[in-house]
Nanobody
Framework: QVQLVESGGGLVQAGGSLRLSCEASGVIFSNTPMGWYRQAPGKQRELVATFTTTGSTRYADSVKGRFTISRDNAKNAVYLQMNTLKPEDTAVYYC????????WGKGTLVTVSS
């Protein structure tokens, strides 16, 4: 059983920065794909950034150059550094981990004001 807990969301002005954290409890391996997704009101959940099984990273085009995903395997944690935030980045951000099943956290709300 894996539990994921996100933190770090909040209200920020456009152009500002936030750092999201996701801490996992349970069995997580160094090559377990973990990543961040987001869901804006009235929209489908979409990929933001993720680690693949090979350790490489993949980003949504809309966040390339602004967001950076990182992980600390010793802490079973994954992070999302978000810079130059835009109002369209407003969403609930979810962490996930892909094992035999896909685990999701409950999400953290990011609100970017214009």
């Amino acid at each position: 059983q894996v539990q994921l807990v996100e933190s770090g969301g909040g209200l920020v002005q456009a152009g500002g920065s936030l750092r999201l954290s996701c801490e996992a409890s349970g069995v997580i391996f160094s090559n377990t794909p973990m990543g961040w997704y987001r869901q804006a009101p009235g929209k489908q959940r979409e990929l933001v950034a993720t680690f693949t099984t090979t350790g490489s990273t993949r980003y949504a085009d809309s966040v390339k150059g602004r967001f950076t995903i990182s992980r600390d395997n010793a802490k079973n944690a994954v992070y999302l550094q978000m810079n130059t935030l835009k109002p369209e980045d407003t969403a609930v951000y979810y962490c996930n981990a892909v094992l035999a099943i896909v685990y999701w956290g409950k999400g953290t709300l990011v609100t970017v004001s214009s």
